[in-house]
């Protein structure tokens, strides 16, 4: 059982285009976390969010806090070649749990 | 400062051989994780540590033991190593367990054949 479900778990597409990946839940987290691993690192993590419905923007990278805090996403605008990766989501208390991942390939 | 280091880097074992994941992290952070990550799986918690002398299980312990002698290591015994372990392990730290970042290491791949 999965406690953090993303989708898609691939997504392959062209330099320049938008895409939403989105991490779902029944549970509710006090916050949620974003981490982004590049092949043979561990991840790094790009954003934590903590309020309902709270949205955050990392250059073109906007992610949003669901208003129940069971969900987020994660929006890019105008993806580049340097966006391709393994996209985690993890939330939890005294431990993280993690989604299984969105492995994003952009193409030139 | 060079955060959380790993050794080795990669590993091959045969079956029923041990062997020690060696974590080590310069950040003075009291809480230190082992993760398991297998393709298209996530990361899975194996051990945990909240300061030294003090170790927990996560979601999947068997077959691994952990220490935690000194703040700033953390190995991961394997004993009696199985296929089902051949994974790429990783070895992370944060300040605390209440939202903050975890720092993660390069990890480790280990094959059991």
């Known amino acids: 059982t999965q406690l953090l479900e993303q989708s898609p778990q691939f997504l392959s597409i062209q330099e320049g285009e938008n895409l939403t990946v989105y991490c779902n839940s029944s549970s509710v987290f006090s916050s949620l976390q974003w981490y982004r691993q590049e092949p043979g690192e561990g991840p790094v993590l790009l954003v934590t969010?903590?309020?309902?419905?709270e949205v955050k923007k990392l250059k073109r990278l906007t992610f949003q806090f669901g208003d129940a805090r069971k969900d987020s996403s994660l929006h890019i605008t105008a993806a580049q070649p340097g966006d391709t990766g393994l996209y985690l989501c993890?939330?939890?208390?005294?431990?993280?749990?993690f989604g299984r991942g969105t492995q994003l390939t952009v193409w030139p | 400062n060079a955060g959380v280091t790993q050794t080795p880097k990669f590993r091959i074992l045969k079956i029923g051989q041990s062997m020690t994941l060696q974590c080590a992290q310069d950040m003075n952070h009291n809480y230190m994780y082992w993760y398991r990550q297998d393709p298209g799986m996530g990361l899975k918690l194996i051990y945990y540590?909240?300061?030294?002398?003090?170790?927990d299980k996560g979601e999947v312990p068997n077959g691994y033991n952990v220490s935690r002698s000194t703040t700033e290591d953390f190995p991961l015994r394997l004993e009696l190593a199985a296929p089902s372990q051949t994974s790429v392990y990783f070895c992370?730290?944060?300040?605390?367990?209440?939202?903050?970042?975890?720092?993660f290491g390069p990890g480790t791949r280990l094959t059991v054949l």
């Open positions: 969010v903590v309020t309902g419905g």
């Open positions: 540590s909240v300061g030294a002398g003090i170790t």
């Open positions: 992370a730290s944060s300040y605390s367990d209440r939202g903050n970042e975890q720092f």
């Open positions: 993890a939330g939890g208390e005294g431990r993280l749990y």
